[in-house]
């Protein structure tokens, strides 16, 4: 296990930034610069958001200096890789279904060109920020790295509550948004993706949009569309499935255990968490507890996930579930289980509820749940953590594998998708398993050394331009 301080580890950044201590980094008193933002929803909180969510790019440098010290990586590739390429902030109109005009406020971040072009999600949420932003960018060059995909990463997101949002509204400001960025974005360029808040009805308005613009049919621009605009089939489960695939595959191979009959509880019941639930119950795992951004609920006796997805689209929440009792975010994440899937936001797990986990593994479907201080306190507990690059990243393999359809104009079956991305999931997590054993890494040390050793390899062979 690596144990570089995070101290330690801030030696690195540049000499205008501020040195963050630890408590900043977890409780997020970090600014962004300071954004007066025009925002369609709920201005009034963007000053705090950002206060808060700055932490997030902080927490994806000071993982990234960590990984880097321990590799022993040039102070230059240092410099290069820990700041994004390219970013992009744009305000705009829609109109509302009452004819009202309201502005909102986007963002494209670009991390790295250094494989090919750029990948990553589209967020749709209130507490979107350009450093938000900037972390899941940054996280998604190394989990296509990790993966060996030809694409850097890249992150979208719009101020945003897509709950309060009429379709048509939703419409409007995807088509608007779009255009404004429609010169960052392309088949070639940048492929965006859905995330939080976004689904394969956003991805399709987008490739229509841009359709529009180039005059003709350009279905590789987006990933995550549905199968009848070229998207393709097992993408909506891709990323659940893949948590599964992995999990199971850690127990085995590391703890020398069955997901069969083990207890599982999921933060988040979206795309990722209902689908995470759904596959490891058909595999025989026993789920819980689950909880939305509403509240949680919990049953010893188990949790029916396809029950609970149908129950959650006909009433927009998990609470009320049959058969299950009330519970609390926190109780959740403290419950005695075999595994823990935060399936929700960044900063879940901080030092501040670290020590309360009983989950003897927590595999990582959101983005950045676990802080680095709370990566000590449990490692230092002896809990096996996945990490994100590796355990959520069958919904990138998949849309690379829509990306790679759709340039050719040629579809493959259900079995090939699962199939190939089994096969990328498992071949890299055994990577990472040898280069944990090899050099006593936990698991995200050695999923980030991977991960990065491959882009550095890449920038010295191609040089720096001019
Ligand atoms: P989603 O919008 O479909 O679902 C998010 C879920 O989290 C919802 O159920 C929401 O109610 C819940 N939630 C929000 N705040 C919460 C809180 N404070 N407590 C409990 N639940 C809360 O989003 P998604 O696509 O499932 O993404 C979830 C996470 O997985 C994000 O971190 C995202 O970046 C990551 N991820 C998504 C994909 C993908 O393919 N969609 C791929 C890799 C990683």
């Known amino acids: 296990m690596a144990k570089n301080s995070t101290n330690s580890t801030m030696k690195t950044l540049l000499p205008q930034e501020p040195t963050p201590s630890v408590e900043e980094i977890e409780i997020g008193l970090l600014t962004d610069t300071d954004h007066t933002l025009p925002s369609g929803d709920q201005p009034a909180r963007i000053i705090d958001n950002v206060a808060h969510k700055a932490s997030a790019y902080s927490v994806a440098q000071s993982q990234f200096e960590r990984a880097a010290k321990a590799m022993d990586l040039e102070p230059y590739l240092i410099e290069y890789l820990r700041v994004p390429q390219r970013e992009l902030i744009v305000h705009f109109p829609a109109h509302m279904d009452t004819g009202e005009l309201k502005m909102f406020t986007g963002f494209r971040v670009h991390h790295s060109t250094v494989k090919g072009p750029t990948k990553g999600g589209l967020r749709y949420h209130p507490d979107v ?16 790295s990790l993966m060996n995909l030809p694409y850097g990463g890249a992150k979208g997101g719009v101020i945003i509550d897509p709950r309060s949002h009429s379709q048509s509204e939703l419409e409007r400001i995807t088509r608007r948004y779009t ?52 998207g393709t089939v097992g993408r ?57 951004v509403t509240g949680g609920i ?34 959740l994440l403290s419950l005695d289980v075999d595994i823990l899937v935060p399936a929700a936001l960044e900063g ?19 983005n950045g749940p676990v802080t680095p201080e709370a990566d000590n306190i449990l490692n230092d507990k002896g809990t096996t953590i ?11 393999v998949v849309s690379y594998f829509e990306w ?4 050719q104009a040629f579809f493959w079956d259900e079995g090939q998708v699962r199939h190939q991305m089994e096969r990328l999931l498992l071949d890299n997590l055994d990577v990472v398993m040898g280069a944990a054993t090899r050099h006593k890494y936990d698991l995200r040390t050695a999923a980030y050394t991977i991960a990065i050793g491959r882009i550095a390899e890449a920038v010295k062979f191609r040089g720096i331009y001019p």
């Open 236 to 292: 909506e489960y891709a990323t659940g499935l893949g948590i599964t695939y992995v999990t199971r595959a850690i127990l085995e191979k590391k703890i020398g255990r069955s997901l069969e009959d083990a207890t599982v509880a999921i933060q988040g019941f979206g795309n990722v968490g209902s689908w995470t639930a759904r596959t490891m119950s058909e595999r025989g795992a026993h789920i819980v507890a689950v909880s939305d």
């Open 129 to 144: 920020t350009l450093d938000e932003c900037r972390a899941l960018a940054m996280w998604m060059t190394w989990k296509c």
């Open 348 to 366: 879940q797990i901080t030092k501040h509820n670290a020590h309360e986990i009983k989950a003897h593994v927590i595999a990582e479907g959101a």
């Open 404 to 407: 790679v359809q759709d340039l």
């Open 179 to 230: 255009t404004e960025i429609t010169g960052f974005i392309g088949p070639d360029r940048d492929i965006p993706a859905p995330d939080v808040g976004t689904n394969a009805q956003t991805m399709a308005w987008i490739m229509d949009t841009y359709s529009m613009h180039r005059g003709a049919s350009a279905p590789a621009i987006i990933t995550g569309k549905p199968v009848s605009v070229g």
């Open 298 to 331: 919990h049953s010893e006796a188990g949790i029916d996930p396809r029950g609970l997805m149908r129950y959650m689209k006909a009433n927009g929440t998990v609470l009320g579930y049959p058969g299950t009792e009330p519970i609390s975010n926190d109780e």
């Open 386 to 396: 996945i990490p994100d690059i590796l355990c959520n990243a069958g919904g990138v």
